[in-house]
């Protein structure tokens, strides 16, 4: 029987240890942690996330203030906004949702997020500490899979991880965090992406699969190798019609093909998903308290 990594219970856990201090910085210091989230345009999956990452802040006494912009809005005004945030100090994190529309230059606008308020670990500056080793914001769902990965005690030292997909949100950062000589890390890190001609060749080597490319059930059983852990990242709508919403989701890897072959695996939902908000509140604490205050 695999392990099915319970990632909405780690985060339910986080967030009530996160209440509780929480409590105990507005009664001692008087610190309210605030978040800003920004919005921009109409795609429902990024209005979704958004609404959940208010409702957690509130869940556990953050403040937070919410901004939705249209479609059509300027990188002028999302600009705007990030300047008042960033003078703001009950404001301690800005979160500005991606995608963005494309008149709005993605990276201008997180080079526009003061360092110490970029919650989401997305500016070059928190970037470049993660690879560094040094410590700083980590992009909340690396961060996540890396709890979920050493709760669950799965071995790092020395073992393969092929992460599959680049992206800046989550390949990149993960597989950089991973390779770090501490003991949360110290794999051996593969990238697999687009130009991989052949990657099941490299997926077979796994110790951990990293799956972040948005291909439902992408990956089946022969593509991995026997006991490997599975980190699902992948959360795909795919059209179903016994559920009332006529859709459902599913991960990159196909968890039924897959499960009796693997050591461990993150369901999707309630794997990966959760931790991703979870990180996110435990970031918006640590910047209320200021990074070196946070064991
Ligand atoms: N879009 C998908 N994941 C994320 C995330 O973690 N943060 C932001 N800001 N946008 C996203």
């Not at 978040?35 to 795609?43: F, K, P, Q, R, T």
């Not at 970037?127 to 690396?142: A, D, E, N, Q, W």
């Not at 990149?172 to 770090?180: F, T, W």
Request: a positive charge; glycine letters at 8%.
């Amino acid at each position: 029987m695999a392990i099915i990594i319970d990632g909405k219970k780690c985060s339910e856990e986080i967030r009530n240890e996160l209440k509780q201090k929480t409590e105990e910085l507005i009664k001692s210091k008087g610190i309210k942690p605030g978040l800003a989230l920004l919005l921009v345009g109409d795609n429902p999956a990024s209005a979704l996330y958004v609404k959940n990452k208010a409702k957690a802040c509130e869940e556990i006494g953050y403040n937070s203030v919410i901004v939705e912009l249209p479609e059509d809005t300027s990188e002028k005004t999302v600009l705007n906004y990030i300047e008042k945030w960033n003078k703001d100090e009950s404001i301690h994190g800005i979160l500005v949702q991606l995608p963005l529309p494309k008149q709005i230059n993605e990276q201008k606008v997180i080079l526009s997020i003061l360092p110490e308020k970029d919650v989401d670990g997305f500016h070059p500056i928190n970037m470049g500490r993660l690879v560094l080793g040094l410590p700083g914001f980590i992009p909340c769902t690396p961060a996540g899979i890396q709890y979920l990965l050493n709760k669950y005690e799965i071995p790092l030292k020395g073992k393969h991880v092929v992460v599959v997909g680049r992206s800046n949100i989550v390949g990149k950062p993960i597989a950089n965090l991973l390779y770090q000589k501490n003991s949360k890390a110290n794999a051996i890190v593969t990238i697999c992406h687009t130009a991989t001609n052949d990657i099941t060749y490299y997926t077979r080597q796994a110790d951990v699969l990293i799956a972040a490319v948005g291909v439902p059930r992408l990956i089946k059983s022969e593509s991995i190798k026997d006991g490997a852990t599975i980190i699902d990242v992948g959360i795909n709508r795919i059209k179903d019609a016994s559920t009332k919403t006529g859709y459902r989701l599913v991960g990159d890897v196909d968890y039924n093909d897959v499960y009796n072959k693997i050591h461990a695996i993150t369901p999707v939902p309630g794997g990966v998903g959760p931790m991703t908000i979870a990180m996110l509140l435990r970031n918006t604490y640590l910047s209320a308290v200021g990074l070196d205050k946070y064991e």
